[in-house]
């Protein structure tokens, strides 16, 4: 099949798009800044966006199916980023969806966060980020209803793996010194970690979903496991683990405003799909030099 | 109070303003290149917006309401009218809610679409126009469940009155010469007509419902009437009134696309506000030159 991928150069992207270039003809959409040396190998063709040609490179590559990646993600919003947030996650993706279906794909795959549900509500979101990911998915609905597109959002909770250069926790600790002291929240928030190799699997999975749905059909499916662990215990067992020696001092800063302390629930776990990586397992691929810069 | 509008210079916000301004002092938010003429004797400041100024211009005027009017509509959107469609009904809209709260504003009052429901369900775009709107909302939300604002969008159906120069079929009919002929669709399509005073009360209503709202609740309510009336029998009745003769050929042209055939029954009509005109005396208002440009 002929696959538009945006957001190809992130971290999803960069280990999604080896695998979807084994069979599929990979249609990256970049911007003319994107660091593109870890797909440039795996694909069809670079298409560069520019909001006014985007319509004809799409056009002329006519993909079947459309995977949204690319957002940009701020904790907390601010006057001087804000422009950029709501650019990014709704004029880009609007256009995007739409330069799409005017080349005719009727498939998509769409990227959500749990953060949509503070407190497991169908809608409430955490922060303006999780909003205007809420307002996307609503733009989309738009394709589908109008436009007889089908599409699967993929809800993402928290992701980790090698080559993960994220500023993340897990990083952070990784990259600490043996004896470094860090203040942390009191870490009794539960998260949902999920490896990216399952998360990679799971767009594979949803591929295969959407090929298969009615057109004009939508589902939000979860990528998460069964039960939500305490970040406390979760970064116990990577220290332990690691054998890396930190002084953490948890309680040392305050909880996120509108930290999800249980999203155990959120969301339906799409079907057919389970992940592979415990935790133990998931955090070895996460030290293993061998698995770094592939 | 001191209440902020955008789309003041716009049809409902050029009646609404002088009314407001009697009691409140009202800071207009317009673009440089808006026609202000109509609300410049009624409003306390013209606030310009830029959209990175806004948030200062904002924090000094304090404004405690909100009520955004502003909105960009295409029947139809293409590759060339997108962006302005985004920036106007997204983007800016997303600033000005940010703005206003940064400033401490804590109510705010929005202007929906009836076209977010086709065939009545809870949500489903008629355009993507009517998807922006829903987009809206969800941004809106993020600054009523996170940021303790109360608000109420009200949802708009067609609306009409004096001093009325959109390109809308009850003005192309009224100024065309007795005796010419006009194409029109088979005209089955049931409708709620609003009277703009109609309009202009349901938002002074709004305003004293959103005064007494919790902090943190959301309500949105339509402004229409309890039974919508077909095109054909609303524009044969106004010929009657006016005196024209037309030679109008029902169904020489096509419904729109996705046109809401029977909107009967859509949004919960907003408490406490009832409409005063019905078609035969709100007709005559738009006849009666008296009523032009006042």
Redesign the interface.
């Known amino acids: 099949m002929k696959i538009a991928v945006t957001g190809a150069t992130g971290y999803i992207g960069n280990h999604l798009v080896p695998v979807l270039g084994k069979e599929h003809e990979v249609y990256a959409i970049v911007r003319d800044t994107s660091d593109t040396v870890g797909i440039e190998a795996h694909v069809k063709e670079l298409v560069v966006y520019d909001?006014?040609r985007i319509?004809d490179l799409l056009a002329e590559a006519k993909p079947e199916v459309l995977i949204h990646l690319a957002g940009v993600f701020y904790g907390e919003?601010n006057?001087e980023n804000?422009?950029n947030l709501?650019?990014s996650n709704?004029?880009f993706s609007?256009?995007i969806f739409?330069?799409a279906a005017?080349a005719g794909c009727r498939k998509i795959i769409n990227t959500g966060t749990y953060w949509q549900q503070?407190s497991g509500e169908r809608?409430?979101?955490?922060?303006?980020y999780?909003?205007?990911k809420?307002?996307?998915e609503?733009?989309l609905?738009?394709y589908v209803?109008?436009k007889g597109c089908s599409a699967v959002t993929l809800q993402i909770f928290d992701s980790y793996g090698p080559n993960d250069h994220r500023n993340k926790i897990l990083n952070i600790i990784k990259n600490l010194e043996d004896g470094a002291a860090i203040d942390m929240s009191p870490g009794r928030q539960k998260m949902y970690y999920c490896h990216i190799e399952d998360l990679v699997s799971g767009y594979l999975r949803a591929l295969s979903l959407v090929n298969n749905m009615e057109h004009g059909t939508y589902a939000r499916y979860a990528l998460r496991e069964e039960e939500p662990k305490e970040l406390r215990v979760l970064i116990e067992e990577f220290l332990k683990i690691s054998g890396k020696r930190l002084q953490i001092n948890w309680g040392g800063r305050a909880y996120r405003d509108?930290e999800i302390m249980d999203p155990a629930g959120i969301g339906t776990v799409l079907p057919g799909w389970k992940p592979r990586y415990g935790w133990q397992q998931g955090v070895k691929t996460l030290l293993d030099e061998r698995y770094e810069d592939i």
């Open positions: 909001r006014e319509y919003h006057a804000i422009a709501l650019e709704l004029v609007t256009v739409d330069a005017a503070f809608y409430n979101p955490v922060n303006l999780a909003a205007t809420q307002a996307a609503d733009i609905l738009y209803k109008a509108r």
